[in-house]
């Protein structure tokens, strides 16, 4: 859900044409008229199955330029590999962003993963904490104000597009996990 209109004015306020009178027009907050785009079946399986050719290619062609088996090879400047690299990376980015709206915040926090036994890549040589985080871990605790506290304002009818046993959700979703691994391989390259 997004919203159409980007107006400075409302509709009914210039009906007959923007006049002097229109200068430094502030619209009364309360008394708003949002025209929203609510994407409909067809749009997002449409949006689903371009990030999903557009994303397998770009993580596939990554796999291949780390594992090796790309027809670009690394030699000893490696420039053309690294501008290969970047190139795919960015467009990793772009589309990724571009379907954000269709993820589910909730999704990556699920239990269930696989991530082989280990919690993180984080090796720990003992389970404490330094000095210095135990101090920082303190102060944070003093400041107790009420400024910090997350509040919500305005609630809009929207809501997530689609359900957990989508077939677009499981897509997207997965593609997006292994993005992640992907990009961690690159990382760790």
Known sequence: TYTLDFGLFEHEDIKDGI???HWGYRP??????????????????????????????????????????????RDGSGKEWSDEVTRKLVLLRLIISG??????PKAASKAGDDTNGSASDVEMTNGHATEEEDQDNNDSSLDSSDE???????????????TEDD???HTIHDIRKRAGFILHDILVH
């Open 19 to 21: 006049k002097i009178e």
């Open 28 to 73: 009364d907050p309360r008394n708003l008229n949002i025209n929203w785009h609510i994407p409909n079946r067809e749009e997002i399986e449409f949006a689903v199955a371009l990030f999903q050719s557009q994303a397998e290619s770009a993580l596939s062609q990554l796999t291949a330029l780390t594992d090796g088996t790309s027809s670009v090879k």
């Open 99 to 104: 379907i954000s709206v269709l993820f589910d």
């Open 148 to 162: 910090e506290a997350v509040r919500e304002t305005f609630t809009y009818p929207t809501g997530y597009s689609l």
């Open 167 to 169: 077939p677009l959700y």
